[in-house]
């Protein structure tokens, strides 16, 4: 192999090794908040006995679409975040990224890079699956939401939901989002059990803070998910 080979490939695995041994799960994966601070969120969510199926909802936009939470990734919603010239997508993203590269000439662009995948742990090199490879999730699914109550919000607020990166938005690897879909806990957690506590805290944070209740086997996994938390000293 040459030689520029050869020291290419060693710098992308001590880089791979830098950001695991910075992320590596342990109990709980880095990051994961106490257990304390989930229970308070279980005590303080709204629990209904299940979810309703509320007609009308839409995500496209497209022809005569409702696109009930507003264009995909727009940056005028108000949320956390917008109104910065980039899209809610372009921002989760070099929020999230590793070591990702500013694209020349567009402001908000960014290439390549890590990511330590929320859900499952692994390290995904966007070198090689691309951007397309990366999806932004909604921890606490949109069709949920609508169901559970948005579908009586005002247009504004569902697009602020849509879009707030600070409470229910996280990049992860394309193949576990299409999998979870629009799941809720009670059929869907993270592959890798270290990672529950973090899913937990970040999908109650979400409904707390629009006032979106969950339901009674959700609020069950939820609080299972709560147990695997560490306990604040």
Known sequence: MPRRAVAAAL?????????????RPSGSAPGSPDRAAVQALLGAVEVVPERPRRPGYERDCSGASACVFGPAWSDTTGAPGSGNGCSTRLDVLARDLVRAAAVPGEACAVSGGL??????????????????????DHVYPLSAAWDLGAWQWPAGLRAAFANDMDRNLV?????????????????????????????????????VAYGLPVTVDDHDALAVAADRCPRGR
């Open 115 to 136: 990511l330590v995948d929320p859900y499952t742990g692994r390290i995904v090199d966007v070198d090689r699956t691309g951007l397309r490879g990366i999806h932004v």
């Open 11 to 23: 710098a992308v695995a001590a880089a791979l090794a830098a950001v695991w041994w910075a992320e």
């Open 171 to 207: 990049a992860v690897a394309g193949s576990v989002n299409t999998h979870k879909s629009d799941s809720t806990p009670a059929d869907w957690m993270p592959p890798a059990p270290d990672r529950h506590c973090f899913y937990a805290a970040r999908y109650l944070t979400a409904a």
